[in-house]
């Protein structure tokens, strides 16, 4: 079944450096997330978009988290500046039938 | 704000014991229950429940929903060492898709 890559799948940085992670939809998805999972922690919904419009960014932090989505099909995520909390695997998915979410294998973030 | 809560948090057993995995939400506006396996990164989609008492069954696996008394249920039987994971919980309602924290779970050879 078709679905996501990301990369890159690790990256260490410094504390208030900045980071970008990239989410690739192998097919054609029109609804695609952005998670964070903090280490012992389920995934938290960081951003859902509809085609390349937000659906939801409720719960990114806006003054240091920003996405976009080109052209419906490609996402960035980026953060800037990194603290250490920010220290976690960002999941991207994508939205099948039915509510059905699909993850993507992931990039670990660790903060230094 | 929704809740997922499972139990147990973390479990061992040996293989070819059945365990039993708890899933106890509060959610607006429900729509489904979804149980993810997560081995290494990417949780991987297990089964999704939307109506009371249908069980969802696939080989050893096999999950029902009471929306009546909010909550699930995961069973695993004659597990195998491939079953150790952390088995993820999440809901989706008003808030989107909710987790739960998770049942890390690992079969002893």
């Known amino acids: 079944e078709a679905g996501v890559a990301q990369s890159p799948r690790y990256k260490i940085i410094e504390k208030r450096q900045s980071v970008a992670f990239w989410c690739n939809p192998i097919?054609?998805?029109?609804?695609l997330y952005w998670y964070q999972q903090i280490l012992g922690q389920g995934p938290k919904l960081l951003i859902q978009?509809?085609?390349?419009?937000?659906?939801?960014d409720s719960q990114l932090p806006k003054d240091r988290f920003s996405a976009e989505r080109l052209k419906g099909v490609d996402s960035t995520l980026k953060i800037q500046p990194a603290k250490l909390e920010d220290s976690a695997v960002y999941l991207c998915?994508?939205?099948?039938?039915?509510?059905?979410?699909?993850f993507g294998p992931g990039t670990r973030l660790t903060v230094l | 704000e929704d809740k997922v809560v499972q139990s147990p948090l973390s479990l061992v057993v040996h293989e070819g014991d059945t365990v039993t995995l708890n899933c106890s939400y509060e959610v607006t506006n429900f729509r489904s229950l979804l149980w993810y396996k997560q081995e290494k990164k990417a949780p991987t989609f297990l089964f999704m429940l939307t109506s009371s008492g249908i069980e969802k069954k696939s080989g050893r696996l096999s999950s029902i929903l009471d929306k009546k008394e909010l909550f699930s249920i995961l069973n695993i039987t004659a597990t195998q060492t491939g079953d150790s994971a952390i088995y993820l919980c999440a809901v989706l309602g008003a808030d989107g898709l909710t987790f739960g924290k998770g049942t890390h779970l690992i079969i002893q050879p």
């Open positions: 998915a994508w939205g099948g039938a039915r509510d059905t979410q699909y």
């Open positions: 978009f509809q085609n390349n419009g937000v659906v939801d």
């Open positions: 097919s054609g998805h029109a609804t």
